[in-house]
């Protein structure tokens, strides 16, 4: 089946299922029309002031908090595609380790000296490394997805967008909720939210949560393992919020949060290994290693490994925000932040139980950031200034051994450590020429400065010792001016169109896993789009109808390549590769047929192409992958309230569909192969729709709180696919090795808001 008859098959069965849950609650309109009518209003502050989702001229995404409790969502792991061109994954063989694309824009390599293209922000607080990207946060209130380049406002690194996590803030009032799930493999989790009554100028709010799961795949202990399960769930984490209100014009909102995961990472299934190589028992060039007995391309419940794996992550952070109210002028606010991220992990690399790969991450770091705003309003002017400043420091301890069935076999010591310093400042203005039209204009002017040390030896021969303020090694210095232009049209009282300009960068650097001195001595420079997005915002057939549509064309510069080549270690090199086009069409709906059924919607189409790709001194644009960037994905969410029995509460039905198209892992050759031997089809993660559902009884009233109980299950079909690869290469015999999604996994939660 061609993948075009696919994408309108599923097309279709949306659709269909649209009309059905249409018709249906035409019905369940006759009877009942107590619920309030229309779609609610969301306000985000995506431009660093609070404004209604739909007035906003970009393209933002916004989830609610119903939303988010209804679906029990405390990570945002958990809300995979949450809009259209926007995808959310674990990286290969972790679980807490983020991979976020926006727009075909994406990180590849989870390093820390690698900066990522979507930027993760924490109630504004920058968050910026994909080690401990996932943590949980017990009580949020929204989460914003800003998608494009945000350049201006965000800075560095938001080059292909934005996801920000907005907790629930104290209310000064007495209430909260607590909740408790069970479900197979044994998983339960325990999490709760208490606001305290104020006392003076003070509000406190306190939450958490505590999760557990056994491992979706059993382990048979071999050698020097005594694990006997992958991919089981481990966590803890907390938040205490602080209000103070000392006057009546002058806030500050403090917050510390910290998660802590003991888990083994997700299982490492041996997928395949290059014909006519060292695992081809049909090859001259066969080893005698028997690999070859252990690959499976299906999805293994049962597995060994020969030495004990692990991942641990702590996260903590600090930030303190003050708002002053300067009446005419404006309100100054500053946000304070310092964040750090202990990340440790062992990985048998090849997921077999010969000794083949293995490698560890001893990871710590350490984030302080800085900023100050002056957002206003003046007559039709709307206005925000900033300075920001930040410092970030980390160091990490890699060994590696491979091919180790000698014990004396020698241990690849590989190290690196790193600092940044960045200074931003910017400014951004709204003109309301007429009521109708407004013109917005910003500009960021970013400068920083990065350092790098790095040291390798293997079997106590060192091949690289570069220290701090090596002279060999300068620190990398990079200036960037990122623009925004958008012109805004409100066409109707209820239509708003936009065009919008906008540039982004995502800094360059070193390379901090390199085996090659001169790869340091010459950074990777910083990578720049220039985006074009016009767009439509619209309520209709009296606010039962939000339909909003977006087209954009990316035009990238310098574009960085992080290439596994699988040579004596882990390691990737870094290209600048080249040029690239992005294009695409972003469409979103939400529909309100009647006061008990909301159906929500997106679908996206991306059209990625490289226009240079410079690699061994030949341009290879014809014959690379371009990596994560599905052409279609369609979302269909449904939520419908079947019953309503006053006292006795409301049933809801909710279903979420996702597909998802297929796409490249890896940007090798398309055809042939690339230099390490490596083809892009061998790592193909295929398309895949995944079904999640809940029930779910609320509303009831009892011993003086109000009480809910979900039935819930997710990947209800059990859709059992390849979610991420790596392919050592041609060095290593062509040995490549898979995680898969997660199996169908069910339960039960009780809640209560009191």
Not at 76 to 102: F, Y
Not at 161 to 167: F, H, L, R, T, Y
Not at 590 to 599: G, K, N, R
Request: proline share 5%; aromatic share 12%.
């Amino acid at each position: 089946m061609s993948k075009s008859v696919r994408v309108a098959r599923h097309a279709a069965y949306f659709g269909a299922s649209i009309l059905a849950l249409a018709a249906v609650s035409a019905q369940a309109q006759e009877a009942d029309t107590s619920a309030p009518e229309g779609i609610s209003d969301i306000v985000v502050t995506a431009q660093k002031r609070a404004q209604n989702l739909q007035e906003v001229p970009i393209a933002i995404s916004a989830v609610s908090s119903e939303f988010l409790e209804q679906r029990n969502v405390t990570s945002i792991e958990q809300l995979g595609a949450i809009a259209p061109n926007v995808k959310i994954e674990r990286g290969s063989s972790n679980s807490t380790v983020s991979s976020l694309s926006i727009r075909g824009s994406t990180t590849l390599n989870p390093a820390l000296t690698w900066e990522p293209a979507v930027g993760l922000y924490m109630d504004g607080v920058y968050l910026g490394k994909a080690q401990g990207g996932f943590f949980d946060v017990a009580d949020i209130e929204r989460v914003e997805v800003l998608r494009g380049p945000q350049g201006t406002l965000y800075g560095r690194n938001t080059l292909a967008g934005a996801v920000n996590i907005i907790p629930k803030k104290p209310s000064g009032e007495w209430g909260g909720s607590a909740q408790a799930t069970y479900g197979n493999y044994d998983y339960w989790q325990l999490r709760s939210s208490i606001d305290l009554p104020a006392f003076g100028p003070f509000s406190v709010k306190l939450s958490g949560q505590i999760a557990k799961r056994d491992g979706f795949v059993k382990l048979t202990p071999v050698g020097d393992s005594n694990d006997t399960e992958a991919g089981n769930l481990d966590s803890k984490s907390g938040m205490v919020q602080v209000r103070f209100e000392p006057t009546s014009n002058l806030t500050f909102d403090y917050a510390f949060d910290y998660s802590k995961i003991d888990q083994n990472p997700y299982y490492t299934q041996p997928y395949s290994y290059y014909p006519n190589n060292i695992f081809d028992p049909n090859s001259p060039a066969y080893s005698g290693i028997p690999y070859d007995q252990m690959v499976n391309t299906s999805s293994q419940k049962r597995g060994s490994y020969n030495t004990d794996v692990y991942e641990r992550a702590k996260v903590m952070g600090h930030s303190l925000t003050g708002l002053l109210d300067l009446g005419a002028i404006g309100e100054l606010k500053s946000i304070t932040a310092h964040r750090e991220v202990d990340f440790d992990d062992q990985l048998d690399l090849d997921g077999s139980p010969l000794p083949l790969a293995q490698s560890a991450r001893d990871s710590n770091y350490k984030f302080f950031s800085q900023e100050l705003q002056l957002a206003g309003t003046s007559g039709g002017l709307n206005y925000v200034f900033g300075l920001f400043y930040s410092k970030d420091k980390g160091r990490v301890l890699n060994p590696q051994k491979f091919f180790f069935f000698d014990p004396a076999t020698p241990i690849v010591d590989s190290r690196y450590g790193f600092d940044t310093k960045t200074f931003a400042a910017y400014g951004q203005v709204d003109y309301e020429v007429t009521d109708r039209l407004t013109l917005t204009g910003g500009l960021r002017y970013t400068h920083e400065t990065k350092g790098i040390t790095r040291y390798v030896a293997e079997g106590g021969v060192v091949t690289i010792d570069v220290g701090k303020n090596d002279p060999r090694v300068p620190d990398a210095k990079f200036s960037n001016v990122t623009p925004t232009f958008v012109i805004g049209y409100k066409a109707t009282d209820n239509v708003n169109v936009y065009g919008k300009y906008a540039k982004g960068f995502k800094s360059g650097g070193h390379n901090g896993e390199t085996l090659v001195l001169s790869e340091l001595q010459n950074p990777y420079k910083a990578e720049t789009v220039d985006s074009f997005e016009i767009g439509l915002k619209s309520r209709l057939l009296d606010n039962r109808l939000q339909l909003n549509l977006a087209g954009f064309w990316d035009e990238k510069k310098d574009m960085q390549i992080s290439v596994f080549t699988g040579t004596s270690a882990t390691e990737s090199f870094v290209l600048n590769a080249g040029k690239a086009r992005i294009r695409g069409i972003e469409l979103e709906a939400v529909a309100q047929p009647s006061d008990d059924l909301t159906i929500t919607g997106s679908f996206a189409l991306l059209d990625t192409k490289y226009k240079e790709f410079i690699e061994g001194g030949r341009d290879e644009a014809k014959n690379r992958a371009f990596i994560h960037a599905p052409k279609y994905q369609i979302n269909l969410s449904t939520d419908w309230t079947a019953w309503r029995g006053g006292s006795w509460g409301k049933l809801n039905m909710i279903a979420d569909v996702k597909f998802q198209d297929s796409y490249y892992n890896f940007p090798y050759a398309l055809v042939g192969t690339s230099p390490g031997g490596q083809n892009a089809n061998n790592t193909i993660s295929p398309d895949r729709t995944v079904v999640d559902g809940r029930l779910v009884l609320s509303d009831l009233p009892i011993a003086g709180g109000d009480w809910s109980v979900s039935l819930w299950g997710k990947n209800l079909f059990n859709i059992q696919k390849p979610l991420t690869y790596i392919d050592f290469g041609g060095n290593f015999g062509g040995l490549t090795t898979t995680n898969f999604i997660d199996p169908r996994t069910y339960g039960v939660t009780l809640g209560v808001k009191f």
